[in-house]
């Protein structure tokens, strides 16, 4: 496949980003901005060869771009995950060679297709907010180097838990990577699972009481009867491998895995951080919620009515999920029609008449959000401003935009602190824009994802009616709220 092919690919979503506006016009990022940070020019295009470069054995590359593919621009590390040598790379020939390696790498998903246009695009180093400054935004190839995006709701919500606990989190990770090794036809997956499993059960064995002196005192009783359920789980799912049992694997995994979640949530005593003195008053999720959403279809012989549930996350962006679970509580939602439903994004939210977002009863004023965005590795979320903005776009978000009904704030165009009430779904989970390569991650804010049903999100249509949502779990978790059930 050309690298022009794939830019276009990416090109044709920019103008369908979700916004705070009507549907029929909602864009929230500066659309030609954007176009000509992913779409270089036909001029720009020209000069590259854009157009003519592929991904085949017989790739060439312009003797001026291909002289900046050069040693210094490619780390050790990187060549080291690529498999090529310490070789010069004087002439063009050679470094013909590394576009085709990483080429190849692309192929077998080792690299992201983002790799290749970096090294591709090396004329064009700097992001549209970041065009005045002399600094390269991607100084280093390897920072866009990573494993396949974990697409798994539910994984994504394990890994956001702010645990630190090294072997609860290395027997969910030889557990996650369960689903790796089923990408093997038939019995060829068994192997490979059944040394997961025995791995889990043995990290298991061998830490048990490091796992249990970290959870919390008053979930300790709690946890020790999860961690008595892991262990028979990991115990079934090994006699389950004995039997060459394939059709058993995902449940075993997911329970076990659930079990996991468990643990790791009984970890967390208290809220990790401190929000912010302006945004300290308004609704706050400290810890998680679920959610349930009720739909009723139009038009649709296949589908009629749909319950999706979600889990919003509020270790990660407490500001944003406690105004969503306020909103629900005042039953905001109910009754509200789906507003955008294009097959990038579901949206609603809009309420009738001229405010687009929630008007406060008490102040007569509609009520605003900050952007809220948590990286990983910090202790608390960055708020008022996009990473781009910030000069991070190249960090990892603790809830990325990877898995298919990632839930989050649409907002105005130019306003980061402007979101209020409507809320969209991603209908997308791209191998070419994982977290931290994508213009979604670190511009809008992520607060949950759906994690029951979500494929039926696809088959909503504007017009279909929200018949109601409702917090099945974690309420208690909501400080400050506003709302008088059943009121306005």
């Given at each position: 496949m050309a690298i022009s092919l794939q830019a276009a690919a990416a090109c044709s979503t920019v103008s369908q980003l979700p916004g705070n506006a009507n549907p029929s016009s909602s864009s929230s990022r500066n659309s030609s901005a954007v176009v000509s940070w992913l779409c270089p020019s036909s001029k720009f295009s020209t000069e590259l060869h854009l157009s003519s470069l592929s991904l085949s054995s017989s790739a060439q590359l312009n003797p001026t771009l291909a002289s900046q593919v050069s040693k210094e621009k490619v780390p050790a590390a990187t060549r080291g995950a690529l498999g090529i040598g310490e070789g010069s790379f004087d002439n063009v020939q050679k470094e013909t060679n590394l576009l085709q390696k990483i080429g190849d790498s692309v192929k077998k998903g080792v690299v992201s297709a983002a790799v290749v246009a970096t090294v591709a695009l090396a004329q064009f180093p700097v992001a549209p907010a970041a065009a005045a400054s002399a600094e390269p935004v991607y100084s280093e190839l390897g920072?866009?180097?990573?494993?396949?995006?974990?697409?798994?709701?539910?994984?994504?919500?394990?890994?956001?838990?702010?645990?630190?606990?090294?072997?609860?989190?290395?027997?969910?990770?030889?557990?996650?990577?369960?689903?790796?090794?089923?990408?093997?036809?038939?019995?060829k997956a068994i192997d490979p699972v059944e040394r997961?499993?025995?791995?889990?059960?043995?990290?298991?064995?061998?830490?048990?009481?490091?796992?249990?002196?970290?959870?919390?005192?008053?979930?300790?009783?709690?946890?020790?009867?999860?961690?008595?359920?892991?262990?028979?789980?990991?115990?079934?799912?090994?006699?389950?491998?004995?039997?060459?049992?394939?059709?058993?694997?995902?449940?075993?995994?997911?329970?076990?895995?659930?079990?996991?979640?468990?643990?790791?949530?009984?970890?967390?005593?208290?809220?990790?951080?401190?929000?912010?003195?302006?945004?300290?008053?308004?609704?706050?999720?400290?810890?998680?919620?679920?959610v349930e959403?009720?739909?009723?279809?139009?038009?649709?012989?296949?589908?009629?009515?749909?319950?999706?549930?979600?889990?919003?996350?509020?270790?990660?962006?407490?500001?944003?999920?406690?105004?969503?679970?306020?909103?629900?509580e005042r039953r905001f939602y109910d009754n509200m029609e789906i507003q955008r439903a294009d097959g990038f994004v579901v949206q609603t939210g809009d309420p009738d008449g001229p405010a687009e977002g929630f008007v406060d009863p008490e102040t007569g004023k509609i009520r605003t959000i900050p952007l809220e965005i948590m990286v990983e590795g910090d202790k608390e979320p960055i708020y008022g401003g996009t990473l781009e903005e910030l000069g991070r776009f190249r960090e990892q978000t603790k809830l990325p935009f990877n898995a298919f009904g990632t839930l989050a704030m649409a907002r105005e165009e130019f306003e980061p602190d402007s979101a209020s009430s409507q809320i969209f779904w991603l209908l997308k989970e791209s191998e070419l824009t994982p977290s931290n390569a994508n213009i979604l991650d670190g511009t809008y804010a992520v607060f949950g994802y759906v994690t029951e049903n979500q494929d039926f999100l696809a088959d909503l249509k504007v017009g279909d009616v929200i018949e109601s949502i409702r917090v099945t779990s974690g309420l208690d978790n909501l400080v400050n709220p506003s709302y008088k059930v059943g009121g306005a």
């Open positions: 920072v866009l180097i990573s494993g396949p995006p974990i697409k798994d709701a539910n994984a994504l919500l394990r890994y956001a838990l702010p645990v630190s606990n090294k072997p609860i989190k290395e027997i969910q990770k030889t557990l996650e990577g369960i689903t790796e090794a089923l990408k093997l036809p038939g019995v997961d499993v025995r791995q889990a059960s043995r990290l298991f064995n061998q830490n048990k009481d490091t796992i249990l002196a970290d959870v919390a005192v008053s979930k300790k009783e709690e946890a020790q009867t999860v961690m008595a359920k892991l262990s028979n789980s990991l115990l079934e799912f090994q006699d389950l491998l004995a039997q060459k049992d394939r059709a058993g694997i995902l449940p075993k995994q997911k329970e076990a895995l659930e079990y996991v979640g468990d643990i790791e949530e009984a970890m967390v005593e208290s809220f990790p951080f401190e929000v912010p003195a302006e945004y300290a008053k308004m609704p706050l999720l400290k810890g998680r919620a679920k959403m009720k739909v009723r279809v139009k038009d649709n012989p296949n589908l009629r009515n749909t319950v999706f549930e979600m889990t919003v996350d509020g270790y990660n962006a407490p500001v944003t999920a406690g105004n969503f679970i306020d909103l629900v």
